[in-house]
Protein backbone atom coordinates (compact mmCIF):
# COMPACT_ATOMS: atom_id res chain seq x y z
CA UNK A 1 0.00 0.00 0.00
CA UNK A 2 0.89 3.42 -1.14
CA UNK A 3 0.87 7.04 0.46
CA UNK A 4 -2.25 7.57 -1.78
CA UNK A 5 -3.67 4.27 -0.98
CA UNK A 6 -3.08 4.75 3.15
CA UNK A 7 -4.68 8.42 2.37
CA UNK A 8 -7.86 6.88 1.52
CA UNK A 9 -8.24 4.66 4.85
CA UNK A 10 -6.90 7.07 7.59
CA UNK A 11 -9.12 8.03 9.88
CA UNK A 12 -9.09 11.82 10.19
CA UNK A 13 -7.57 12.88 13.24
CA UNK A 14 -7.39 16.50 15.56
CA UNK A 15 -5.55 19.22 13.92
CA UNK A 16 -4.86 22.70 15.37
CA UNK A 17 -5.03 25.36 12.70
CA UNK A 18 -4.07 28.73 14.33
CA UNK A 19 -3.24 32.50 13.27
CA UNK A 20 -6.36 32.53 11.18
CA UNK A 21 -7.48 36.02 10.39
CA UNK A 22 -11.74 36.12 10.93
CA UNK A 23 -13.13 38.25 8.24
CA UNK A 24 -16.23 39.90 7.99
CA UNK A 25 -17.40 43.43 6.88
CA UNK A 26 -15.17 45.41 10.02
CA UNK A 27 -12.02 43.94 8.36
CA UNK A 28 -9.70 41.30 9.62
CA UNK A 29 -9.97 40.69 13.14
CA UNK A 30 -6.16 38.90 14.31
CA UNK A 31 -7.59 38.33 17.50
CA UNK A 32 -9.25 34.80 16.85
CA UNK A 33 -7.80 31.46 16.92
CA UNK A 34 -9.51 28.60 16.02
CA UNK A 35 -9.04 25.40 17.23
CA UNK A 36 -10.82 22.23 16.10
CA UNK A 37 -11.36 19.06 14.10
CA UNK A 38 -11.19 19.62 10.25
CA UNK A 39 -14.44 20.29 8.72
CA UNK A 40 -16.09 21.76 12.17
CA UNK A 41 -13.29 25.16 12.93
CA UNK A 42 -14.91 26.48 16.01
CA UNK A 43 -13.42 29.82 17.65
CA UNK A 44 -12.47 30.54 21.14
CA UNK A 45 -14.37 33.84 21.21
CA UNK A 46 -17.58 32.68 19.67
CA UNK A 47 -19.39 30.79 17.12
CA UNK A 48 -18.82 31.59 13.17
CA UNK A 49 -22.08 31.58 11.47
CA UNK A 50 -22.62 28.48 9.61
CA UNK A 51 -22.64 30.18 5.94
CA UNK A 52 -19.35 31.94 6.48
CA UNK A 53 -17.77 29.18 8.46
CA UNK A 54 -18.27 27.20 5.34
CA UNK A 55 -17.41 29.34 2.76
CA UNK A 56 -13.85 30.14 4.73
CA UNK A 57 -13.32 26.15 5.81
CA UNK A 58 -13.92 25.18 1.83
CA UNK A 59 -11.76 28.25 0.56
CA UNK A 60 -8.87 27.06 2.68
CA UNK A 61 -9.18 23.30 2.43
CA UNK A 62 -9.77 23.39 -1.11
CA UNK A 63 -6.70 25.75 -1.91
CA UNK A 64 -3.61 23.59 -2.40
CA UNK A 65 -1.52 27.03 -2.53
CA UNK A 66 -2.47 28.25 1.31
CA UNK A 67 -2.29 25.24 2.53
CA UNK A 68 1.46 24.19 1.21
CA UNK A 69 2.00 27.81 2.34
CA UNK A 70 0.48 26.78 6.36
CA UNK A 71 2.43 22.63 5.98
CA UNK A 72 5.72 25.10 4.93
CA UNK A 73 5.41 26.15 8.79
CA UNK A 74 6.82 22.99 10.14
CA UNK A 75 10.40 24.29 8.75
CA UNK A 76 10.67 28.03 7.81
CA UNK A 77 13.82 28.15 7.03
CA UNK A 78 13.89 24.94 5.17
CA UNK A 79 11.32 26.16 2.94
CA UNK A 80 11.00 29.46 2.71
CA UNK A 81 14.59 30.06 2.50
CA UNK A 82 14.69 27.37 -0.26
CA UNK A 83 17.33 24.93 2.03
CA UNK A 84 17.23 21.59 0.69
CA UNK A 85 17.68 19.54 3.79
CA UNK A 86 15.13 19.00 6.18
CA UNK A 87 14.83 17.52 9.68
CA UNK A 88 13.77 14.25 10.10
CA UNK A 89 10.62 15.65 12.62
CA UNK A 90 9.64 18.22 9.71
CA UNK A 91 9.15 14.73 7.31
CA UNK A 92 7.33 12.98 10.27
CA UNK A 93 5.42 15.83 10.31
CA UNK A 94 4.48 16.36 6.63
CA UNK A 95 4.12 12.38 6.22
CA UNK A 96 1.13 12.42 9.14
CA UNK A 97 -0.52 15.63 7.42
CA UNK A 98 -0.84 13.27 4.17
CA UNK A 99 -2.60 11.03 5.87
CA UNK A 100 -5.08 13.33 8.07
CA UNK A 101 -7.06 13.94 4.82
CA UNK A 102 -7.31 14.05 0.96
CA UNK A 103 -7.10 18.00 0.87
CA UNK A 104 -3.87 17.84 3.01
CA UNK A 105 -2.28 14.95 0.64
CA UNK A 106 -1.02 16.86 -2.50
CA UNK A 107 0.42 19.72 -0.70
CA UNK A 108 1.83 17.66 2.01
CA UNK A 109 3.98 15.29 -0.57
CA UNK A 110 4.67 18.49 -2.25
CA UNK A 111 6.99 19.69 0.32
CA UNK A 112 7.83 15.74 1.55
CA UNK A 113 9.35 15.07 -1.81
CA UNK A 114 10.89 18.60 -2.57
CA UNK A 115 13.85 17.15 -1.38
CA UNK A 116 15.72 13.97 -1.92
CA UNK A 117 19.35 13.01 -0.95
CA UNK A 118 19.17 9.83 -2.82
CA UNK A 119 17.84 8.55 -5.76
CA UNK A 120 16.79 5.17 -4.96
CA UNK A 121 14.01 5.79 -2.79
CA UNK A 122 12.18 7.12 -6.08
CA UNK A 123 13.65 4.47 -8.40
CA UNK A 124 12.11 2.05 -5.57
CA UNK A 125 8.42 3.15 -6.49
CA UNK A 126 8.55 0.95 -8.99
CA UNK A 127 7.93 -2.78 -7.54
CA UNK A 128 10.03 -3.70 -10.57
CA UNK A 129 12.97 -2.34 -9.55
CA UNK A 130 15.10 -4.36 -7.28
CA UNK A 131 18.22 -5.25 -5.57
CA UNK A 132 19.76 -8.86 -6.60
CA UNK A 133 23.30 -10.09 -5.12
CA UNK A 134 23.42 -6.11 -4.13
CA UNK A 135 22.78 -5.30 -7.67
CA UNK A 136 19.88 -2.92 -8.70
CA UNK A 137 17.73 -3.80 -11.39
CA UNK A 138 14.92 -3.95 -13.35
CA UNK A 139 12.44 -6.86 -13.60
CA UNK A 140 10.67 -7.56 -17.32
CA UNK A 141 6.82 -6.43 -15.41
CA UNK A 142 6.49 -2.70 -15.11
CA UNK A 143 2.80 -2.00 -15.68
CA UNK A 144 1.62 1.31 -16.72
CA UNK A 145 -0.26 2.09 -13.41
CA UNK A 146 3.49 1.67 -11.40
CA UNK A 147 5.07 4.17 -14.13
CA UNK A 148 2.16 7.08 -13.15
CA UNK A 149 2.96 6.59 -9.38
CA UNK A 150 6.49 6.90 -10.24
CA UNK A 151 5.35 10.09 -12.01
CA UNK A 152 3.33 11.60 -9.79
CA UNK A 153 6.23 11.21 -6.92
CA UNK A 154 8.67 12.42 -8.95
CA UNK A 155 7.32 15.36 -10.71
CA UNK A 156 7.52 16.83 -7.39
CA UNK A 157 11.24 16.65 -6.49
CA UNK A 158 12.92 19.55 -7.42
CA UNK A 159 16.15 19.18 -5.40
CA UNK A 160 18.06 16.18 -6.07
CA UNK A 161 21.38 15.01 -4.41
CA UNK A 162 24.12 12.10 -5.36
CA UNK A 163 25.90 11.83 -1.91
CA UNK A 164 27.35 8.42 -2.79
CA UNK A 165 27.53 5.97 -6.10
CA UNK A 166 28.01 3.42 -3.90
CA UNK A 167 25.05 1.71 -5.17
CA UNK A 168 25.67 -0.80 -8.60
CA UNK A 169 22.44 -0.09 -10.57
CA UNK A 170 23.03 -2.05 -14.06
CA UNK A 171 23.42 -0.10 -16.92
CA UNK A 172 20.53 -1.79 -18.76
CA UNK A 173 18.41 -0.60 -16.09
CA UNK A 174 19.49 2.98 -16.50
CA UNK A 175 18.66 2.82 -20.77
CA UNK A 176 15.36 1.11 -19.85
CA UNK A 177 14.47 3.63 -16.74
CA UNK A 178 15.33 6.37 -20.03
CA UNK A 179 13.26 5.08 -22.35
CA UNK A 180 10.00 3.87 -20.23
CA UNK A 181 7.08 5.20 -21.68
CA UNK A 182 6.22 7.60 -18.89
CA UNK A 183 3.84 10.31 -19.00
CA UNK A 184 6.22 13.29 -19.13
CA UNK A 185 9.67 13.14 -21.37
CA UNK A 186 11.67 12.69 -17.84
CA UNK A 187 11.59 11.02 -14.70
CA UNK A 188 12.06 14.32 -13.14
CA UNK A 189 10.57 16.25 -15.13
CA UNK A 190 10.37 19.37 -12.60
CA UNK A 191 13.68 19.49 -11.32
CA UNK A 192 15.66 22.35 -10.90
CA UNK A 193 18.81 21.52 -8.28
CA UNK A 194 21.56 18.45 -9.13
CA UNK A 195 23.84 18.61 -6.56
CA UNK A 196 26.88 15.89 -6.53
CA UNK A 197 29.34 16.60 -3.84
CA UNK A 198 31.47 13.74 -4.93
CA UNK A 199 31.86 11.13 -7.84
CA UNK A 200 33.69 8.78 -5.65
CA UNK A 201 32.06 5.33 -7.24
CA UNK A 202 34.82 2.69 -5.90
CA UNK A 203 36.37 2.96 -9.20
CA UNK A 204 33.46 1.32 -11.04
CA UNK A 205 32.35 3.90 -13.45
CA UNK A 206 28.97 1.97 -14.79
CA UNK A 207 27.40 3.21 -11.14
CA UNK A 208 27.91 7.14 -12.64
CA UNK A 209 25.11 6.12 -14.90
CA UNK A 210 22.68 6.89 -13.30
CA UNK A 211 22.95 10.78 -12.97
CA UNK A 212 21.38 10.63 -16.91
CA UNK A 213 18.11 10.06 -15.48
CA UNK A 214 17.97 13.15 -13.81
CA UNK A 215 18.52 15.43 -17.34
CA UNK A 216 15.12 17.16 -17.72
CA UNK A 217 14.96 20.86 -19.12
CA UNK A 218 14.15 22.25 -15.89
CA UNK A 219 17.03 21.82 -14.14
CA UNK A 220 18.29 25.60 -13.48
CA UNK A 221 21.23 24.92 -10.76
CA UNK A 222 24.19 22.02 -11.14
CA UNK A 223 27.03 21.68 -8.56
CA UNK A 224 29.42 18.50 -9.71
CA UNK A 225 32.22 18.41 -7.55
CA UNK A 226 35.42 15.49 -8.00
CA UNK A 227 35.80 15.24 -11.56
CA UNK A 228 38.88 13.66 -12.17
CA UNK A 229 40.44 11.64 -15.63
CA UNK A 230 38.49 8.29 -14.99
CA UNK A 231 35.23 10.40 -14.87
CA UNK A 232 35.51 13.36 -16.85
CA UNK A 233 34.53 11.38 -20.16
CA UNK A 234 31.14 10.83 -18.41
CA UNK A 235 30.53 13.87 -17.43
CA UNK A 236 31.39 15.82 -20.06
CA UNK A 237 28.85 13.09 -22.12
CA UNK A 238 26.01 14.32 -18.73
CA UNK A 239 26.69 18.30 -19.35
CA UNK A 240 26.64 17.76 -23.70
CA UNK A 241 23.53 15.85 -22.95
CA UNK A 242 22.05 18.87 -21.03
CA UNK A 243 23.30 20.83 -23.57
CA UNK A 244 21.38 19.40 -26.45
CA UNK A 245 18.17 19.22 -24.54
CA UNK A 246 18.54 22.77 -23.97
CA UNK A 247 18.54 22.98 -20.25
CA UNK A 248 17.78 25.74 -18.19
CA UNK A 249 21.31 25.83 -16.46
CA UNK A 250 21.70 29.00 -15.41
CA UNK A 251 24.05 28.47 -12.17
CA UNK A 252 27.09 25.72 -12.87
CA UNK A 253 29.76 24.85 -10.78
CA UNK A 254 32.27 22.58 -11.68
CA UNK A 255 35.24 20.94 -9.24
CA UNK A 256 38.05 18.98 -10.00
CA UNK A 257 40.36 18.00 -12.64
CA UNK A 258 38.84 19.74 -15.70
CA UNK A 259 40.03 19.80 -18.86
CA UNK A 260 38.57 20.94 -22.44
CA UNK A 261 36.23 17.78 -22.59
CA UNK A 262 34.54 18.70 -19.08
CA UNK A 263 34.71 22.45 -20.24
CA UNK A 264 33.70 22.27 -23.88
CA UNK A 265 29.85 21.92 -23.38
CA UNK A 266 29.46 25.01 -21.14
CA UNK A 267 29.38 27.16 -23.76
CA UNK A 268 25.69 25.55 -24.61
CA UNK A 269 24.00 26.93 -21.69
CA UNK A 270 22.49 29.75 -23.09
CA UNK A 271 20.63 30.69 -20.08
CA UNK A 272 24.02 30.57 -17.80
CA UNK A 273 24.29 33.24 -15.19
CA UNK A 274 26.79 32.21 -12.82
CA UNK A 275 29.76 30.14 -13.99
CA UNK A 276 31.87 28.76 -10.92
CA UNK A 277 34.97 26.37 -12.10
CA UNK A 278 37.95 25.38 -9.35
CA UNK A 279 40.59 23.88 -11.55
CA UNK A 280 42.85 21.33 -9.87
CA UNK A 281 46.10 20.63 -10.86
CA UNK A 282 44.93 21.48 -14.18
CA UNK A 283 45.02 24.31 -17.06
CA UNK A 284 42.55 26.80 -18.06
CA UNK A 285 42.94 28.18 -21.80
CA UNK A 286 41.82 31.33 -22.58
CA UNK A 287 39.77 30.28 -25.66
CA UNK A 288 36.98 29.13 -23.02
CA UNK A 289 37.30 32.45 -21.53
CA UNK A 290 36.76 34.23 -25.32
CA UNK A 291 33.09 31.61 -25.64
CA UNK A 292 32.39 31.99 -22.32
CA UNK A 293 32.12 35.59 -23.21
CA UNK A 294 29.73 35.31 -25.72
CA UNK A 295 27.10 34.08 -23.25
CA UNK A 296 24.66 36.60 -23.26
CA UNK A 297 23.30 36.27 -19.92
CA UNK A 298 26.33 35.58 -17.92
CA UNK A 299 26.48 37.97 -14.44
CA UNK A 300 28.86 36.33 -12.17
CA UNK A 301 32.21 34.75 -12.59
CA UNK A 302 34.38 32.48 -9.94
CA UNK A 303 37.57 30.88 -11.63
CA UNK A 304 39.63 29.16 -8.75
CA UNK A 305 42.74 28.03 -9.78
CA UNK A 306 45.11 25.79 -6.86
CA UNK A 307 48.27 26.38 -6.60
CA UNK A 308 49.45 23.43 -9.35
CA UNK A 309 47.29 24.94 -12.15
CA UNK A 310 48.14 27.81 -14.49
CA UNK A 311 46.39 30.23 -17.28
CA UNK A 312 46.72 29.68 -21.00
CA UNK A 313 46.89 33.58 -22.24
CA UNK A 314 47.02 31.92 -25.84
CA UNK A 315 46.24 34.71 -27.83
CA UNK A 316 47.71 38.34 -26.64
CA UNK A 317 44.73 39.83 -27.62
CA UNK A 318 41.94 40.93 -25.02
CA UNK A 319 39.44 39.12 -24.82
CA UNK A 320 35.80 41.14 -25.77
CA UNK A 321 32.23 40.40 -24.90
CA UNK A 322 31.14 39.54 -21.10
CA UNK A 323 28.58 42.43 -21.74
CA UNK A 324 26.40 41.57 -18.89
CA UNK A 325 29.45 40.56 -16.16
CA UNK A 326 28.66 42.20 -12.86
CA UNK A 327 30.89 40.20 -10.61
CA UNK A 328 33.71 38.34 -10.85
CA UNK A 329 36.06 36.37 -8.41
CA UNK A 330 39.69 34.88 -8.97
CA UNK A 331 41.45 32.92 -6.85
CA UNK A 332 45.37 31.58 -7.24
CA UNK A 333 48.67 32.45 -7.41
CA UNK A 334 49.22 35.89 -8.31
CA UNK A 335 51.11 35.51 -11.73
CA UNK A 336 47.85 33.65 -12.86
CA UNK A 337 45.31 36.40 -11.75
CA UNK A 338 47.27 38.81 -13.15
CA UNK A 339 47.31 37.00 -16.78
CA UNK A 340 43.52 36.41 -16.37
CA UNK A 341 43.20 40.10 -15.53
CA UNK A 342 45.12 41.00 -18.24
CA UNK A 343 43.06 39.04 -20.86
CA UNK A 344 39.93 40.33 -20.61
CA UNK A 345 38.60 43.83 -22.27
CA UNK A 346 37.10 46.76 -20.54
CA UNK A 347 33.84 46.28 -18.98
CA UNK A 348 30.79 48.66 -18.52
CA UNK A 349 28.88 46.34 -16.41
CA UNK A 350 31.72 44.94 -14.06
CA UNK A 351 30.90 46.57 -10.40
CA UNK A 352 32.81 44.20 -8.28
CA UNK A 353 36.22 42.02 -8.21
CA UNK A 354 37.22 39.99 -5.34
CA UNK A 355 40.67 38.65 -5.80
CA UNK A 356 42.15 35.99 -3.19
CA UNK A 357 45.96 35.72 -4.22
CA UNK A 358 47.29 32.70 -2.86
CA UNK A 359 51.54 33.39 -1.71
CA UNK A 360 54.04 30.98 -3.44
CA UNK A 361 56.61 29.82 -0.90
CA UNK A 362 59.30 31.64 -1.74
CA UNK A 363 58.50 35.52 -2.01
CA UNK A 364 60.00 37.57 -4.86
CA UNK A 365 59.86 40.75 -6.59
CA UNK A 366 57.91 39.04 -9.33
CA UNK A 367 55.08 38.38 -6.78
CA UNK A 368 55.41 41.70 -5.47
CA UNK A 369 54.89 43.12 -9.41
CA UNK A 370 52.23 40.80 -10.00
CA UNK A 371 49.88 41.45 -7.33
CA UNK A 372 50.52 45.29 -8.22
CA UNK A 373 49.67 44.56 -11.93
CA UNK A 374 46.12 42.76 -10.46
CA UNK A 375 45.51 46.17 -8.91
CA UNK A 376 46.30 47.45 -12.10
CA UNK A 377 44.69 45.80 -13.90
CA UNK A 378 41.18 46.29 -12.31
CA UNK A 379 41.78 50.03 -12.90
CA UNK A 380 41.85 49.59 -16.10
CA UNK A 381 38.96 46.61 -16.62
CA UNK A 382 36.14 48.85 -14.86
CA UNK A 383 35.74 52.48 -14.50
CA UNK A 384 32.28 51.64 -12.79
CA UNK A 385 34.03 49.52 -10.00
CA UNK A 386 32.46 49.75 -6.79
CA UNK A 387 33.63 47.27 -4.65
CA UNK A 388 37.65 45.50 -4.80
CA UNK A 389 38.70 43.11 -2.20
CA UNK A 390 42.56 41.51 -2.97
CA UNK A 391 43.55 39.26 0.04
CA UNK A 392 46.77 37.70 -0.27
CA UNK A 393 47.01 33.86 1.50
CA UNK A 394 50.05 32.31 3.21
CA UNK A 395 51.80 35.78 2.90
CA UNK A 396 55.35 36.46 4.47
CA UNK A 397 55.72 39.08 6.65
CA UNK A 398 58.10 40.53 3.48
CA UNK A 399 55.60 40.44 1.48
CA UNK A 400 55.67 44.62 0.07
CA UNK A 401 53.69 45.58 -2.51
CA UNK A 402 56.02 48.53 -4.77
CA UNK A 403 54.91 51.96 -4.13
CA UNK A 404 52.54 53.68 -5.78
CA UNK A 405 50.96 50.38 -6.11
CA UNK A 406 46.94 52.06 -5.18
CA UNK A 407 47.72 55.04 -7.89
CA UNK A 408 46.04 53.50 -10.66
CA UNK A 409 42.57 52.97 -8.42
CA UNK A 410 42.23 56.97 -8.61
CA UNK A 411 40.25 56.64 -11.84
CA UNK A 412 37.66 54.54 -9.96
CA UNK A 413 35.53 57.15 -9.38
CA UNK A 414 32.70 54.90 -8.08
CA UNK A 415 34.21 52.71 -5.52
CA UNK A 416 32.48 52.55 -2.57
CA UNK A 417 34.48 49.60 -0.97
CA UNK A 418 38.45 48.91 -1.10
CA UNK A 419 40.05 46.29 1.04
CA UNK A 420 43.66 45.03 0.87
CA UNK A 421 45.19 42.22 3.29
CA UNK A 422 47.95 40.17 3.95
CA UNK A 423 50.64 42.30 2.55
CA UNK A 424 52.30 45.32 3.25
CA UNK A 425 51.96 48.41 2.02
CA UNK A 426 54.22 51.90 1.69
CA UNK A 427 51.57 54.53 1.57
CA UNK A 428 52.13 58.27 3.47
CA UNK A 429 49.80 61.19 3.61
CA UNK A 430 50.86 62.16 0.09
CA UNK A 431 49.85 59.00 -1.22
CA UNK A 432 46.28 59.18 0.33
CA UNK A 433 46.14 62.98 -0.69
CA UNK A 434 46.79 61.95 -4.48
CA UNK A 435 44.29 58.71 -4.47
CA UNK A 436 41.51 61.41 -3.15
CA UNK A 437 41.79 64.25 -4.74
CA UNK A 438 39.33 66.07 -6.92
CA UNK A 439 36.56 64.13 -5.03
CA UNK A 440 38.20 60.70 -6.78
CA UNK A 441 36.85 58.50 -4.03
CA UNK A 442 34.18 60.81 -2.87
CA UNK A 443 31.72 57.35 -2.85
CA UNK A 444 33.78 55.25 -1.00
CA UNK A 445 31.83 53.94 2.55
CA UNK A 446 34.86 50.85 3.23
CA UNK A 447 38.42 51.18 3.26
CA UNK A 448 40.56 48.85 5.05
CA UNK A 449 44.44 49.35 4.21
CA UNK A 450 47.10 46.99 5.07
CA UNK A 451 49.99 47.23 7.17
CA UNK A 452 51.99 50.15 6.13
CA UNK A 453 55.97 49.91 6.13
CA UNK A 454 58.34 51.34 8.76
CA UNK A 455 59.92 53.97 6.26
CA UNK A 456 56.74 54.91 4.78
CA UNK A 457 53.53 55.28 6.28
CA UNK A 458 50.80 57.96 6.89
CA UNK A 459 50.31 59.78 10.22
CA UNK A 460 47.16 60.62 11.72
CA UNK A 461 46.70 63.19 9.33
CA UNK A 462 46.02 60.99 6.95
CA UNK A 463 42.54 60.42 9.00
CA UNK A 464 41.83 63.87 8.03
CA UNK A 465 42.54 63.53 4.53
CA UNK A 466 40.42 60.95 4.29
CA UNK A 467 37.86 62.89 6.23
CA UNK A 468 37.43 65.72 4.28
CA UNK A 469 37.66 64.07 0.89
CA UNK A 470 35.28 61.39 1.76
CA UNK A 471 32.26 62.08 3.19
CA UNK A 472 30.43 59.09 3.41
CA UNK A 473 32.86 56.83 4.76
CA UNK A 474 31.81 54.64 7.86
CA UNK A 475 34.85 52.13 7.87
CA UNK A 476 38.10 52.73 7.82
CA UNK A 477 41.31 50.31 8.74
CA UNK A 478 44.44 52.02 8.69
CA UNK A 479 48.02 51.74 10.31
CA UNK A 480 50.08 55.00 11.24
CA UNK A 481 53.50 55.76 12.14
CA UNK A 482 52.65 58.01 15.74
CA UNK A 483 57.05 59.07 15.49
CA UNK A 484 55.51 61.43 12.80
CA UNK A 485 53.31 64.10 15.40
CA UNK A 486 54.79 64.96 18.92
CA UNK A 487 51.84 66.14 21.01
CA UNK A 488 52.11 69.41 20.56
CA UNK A 489 51.82 69.45 16.68
CA UNK A 490 48.44 66.94 17.03
CA UNK A 491 46.83 69.80 19.40
CA UNK A 492 47.58 72.36 16.70
CA UNK A 493 45.80 69.78 14.12
CA UNK A 494 42.61 70.69 16.45
CA UNK A 495 43.03 74.53 15.99
CA UNK A 496 41.06 74.53 12.72
CA UNK A 497 36.97 74.51 12.46
CA UNK A 498 36.05 71.46 13.17
CA UNK A 499 34.42 69.33 11.30
CA UNK A 500 33.11 66.11 12.66
CA UNK A 501 32.95 63.01 10.63
CA UNK A 502 30.54 60.33 10.56
CA UNK A 503 33.44 57.60 10.75
CA UNK A 504 31.29 54.66 12.39
CA UNK A 505 34.08 51.90 13.01
CA UNK A 506 38.03 52.36 12.62
CA UNK A 507 40.45 50.08 13.44
CA UNK A 508 43.68 51.89 13.86
CA UNK A 509 47.39 50.03 14.37
CA UNK A 510 50.54 51.63 14.50
CA UNK A 511 53.89 50.24 13.06
CA UNK A 512 56.11 48.35 14.74
CA UNK A 513 58.85 50.41 15.61
CA UNK A 514 62.67 50.15 16.50
CA UNK A 515 64.15 48.80 20.03
CA UNK A 516 64.31 52.98 21.50
CA UNK A 517 61.45 54.18 19.76
CA UNK A 518 58.94 54.82 21.70
CA UNK A 519 56.01 56.58 21.39
CA UNK A 520 53.71 55.08 24.28
CA UNK A 521 53.95 58.34 26.37
CA UNK A 522 51.38 59.65 28.59
CA UNK A 523 52.07 62.56 26.64
CA UNK A 524 51.20 61.17 23.38
CA UNK A 525 48.21 59.09 24.42
CA UNK A 526 46.15 62.20 25.63
CA UNK A 527 47.11 63.96 22.03
CA UNK A 528 45.93 60.93 20.28
CA UNK A 529 42.63 60.13 22.17
CA UNK A 530 42.11 64.06 21.61
CA UNK A 531 42.22 63.77 18.22
CA UNK A 532 40.90 60.73 17.39
CA UNK A 533 37.19 62.04 19.64
CA UNK A 534 37.64 65.79 18.32
CA UNK A 535 37.64 64.86 14.32
CA UNK A 536 35.45 61.78 15.20
CA UNK A 537 32.74 61.82 17.89
CA UNK A 538 30.08 59.16 16.20
CA UNK A 539 33.12 56.21 16.67
CA UNK A 540 30.96 53.36 17.73
CA UNK A 541 33.43 50.75 19.50
CA UNK A 542 37.03 51.74 17.61
CA UNK A 543 39.45 48.68 17.31
CA UNK A 544 43.29 49.70 18.20
CA UNK A 545 45.08 47.13 17.22
CA UNK A 546 48.78 46.34 18.84
CA UNK A 547 51.98 45.07 17.25
CA UNK A 548 54.57 45.35 20.39
CA UNK A 549 54.77 44.80 23.83
CA UNK A 550 53.19 47.27 25.90
CA UNK A 551 51.05 48.41 22.90
CA UNK A 552 47.58 46.80 24.69
CA UNK A 553 47.80 48.39 28.37
CA UNK A 554 48.69 51.83 26.19
CA UNK A 555 45.47 51.62 23.63
CA UNK A 556 43.31 51.05 26.76
CA UNK A 557 44.13 54.25 28.02
CA UNK A 558 43.71 55.44 24.88
CA UNK A 559 40.13 54.68 24.60
CA UNK A 560 39.44 55.43 28.38
CA UNK A 561 40.35 58.96 27.34
CA UNK A 562 37.99 59.02 24.60
CA UNK A 563 34.88 58.03 26.54
CA UNK A 564 35.91 60.77 29.26
CA UNK A 565 36.02 63.30 26.89
CA UNK A 566 32.80 62.27 25.07
CA UNK A 567 31.12 62.35 28.34
CA UNK A 568 32.57 65.82 28.80
CA UNK A 569 31.43 67.18 25.59
CA UNK A 570 28.26 65.79 26.12
CA UNK A 571 27.56 66.60 29.22
CA UNK A 572 28.87 70.94 27.83
CA UNK A 573 26.59 70.21 25.14
CA UNK A 574 23.55 70.13 27.52
CA UNK A 575 23.88 72.81 29.80
CA UNK A 576 24.42 75.06 26.63
CA UNK A 577 21.02 73.97 25.79
CA UNK A 578 19.29 73.93 29.47
CA UNK A 579 20.83 77.63 29.59
CA UNK A 580 19.73 78.90 26.20
CA UNK A 581 16.00 77.06 27.00
Given at each position: ??????????????????????????????????????????????????????????????????????????D???????????????????Y??????????????????????????????????????????????????????????????????????????????????????T??????????????????????????????????????????????????????????????????????????????????????????????????????????????G??????????????????????????????????????????????????????????????????????????????????????????????????????????????????????????????????????????????C?????????????????I?????????Q??????????N???????????????????????I????????????????????N?????????????????????????????????????????????K?????????????E?
Amino acid sequence: MDLSEEVSSAQTPAVEITGIAQFDERGPQTESMYVGRVGSISSNTGALPNSLSSQARTTVLMNEDILEIVFSFFDPVAFFRNVPHIEPSTRKALYSAALTCKSFFNPATTLLWRGMESIIPVLEILPAFVKINDIYTITPGVESEDLERLAFYARKVRYLEFNTFQDTIRSHTVLRLVNLNTPTSSIFPALEVLYIPSLDCRRNIENLSVIFLASPISLTTLYIEGIDSSTEDVISSFLSVLGQIEASIQDLTLEGGLTPSSLSPVQNFRKLRSLNLKVLNGTLHSMFLRVWGRLANLTHLILDLDTTSMFDLGDPNRIEGFETLQKLRLRGLPAEISKILKSIQESKTLTTISLVAVSPMIWSQLESLSVSNCIMECGRISSSLRHLSLLMRGGRKDSQLPQKALTPLASCKQLESFELSGVSLPINDDDIRELCANDKWSKIRVLHLPTATIDHAPSLSGLQILARHCPNLVNLTICVDLRLHDDLSLQRERSGPRIPHRLKQLRLSIIKLPTGSDTNTTEMGISVSRFIEYHFPYLKEPEFVSNAAGDAKWWKGVRSMMDEYKTIRAETISAIVETEN
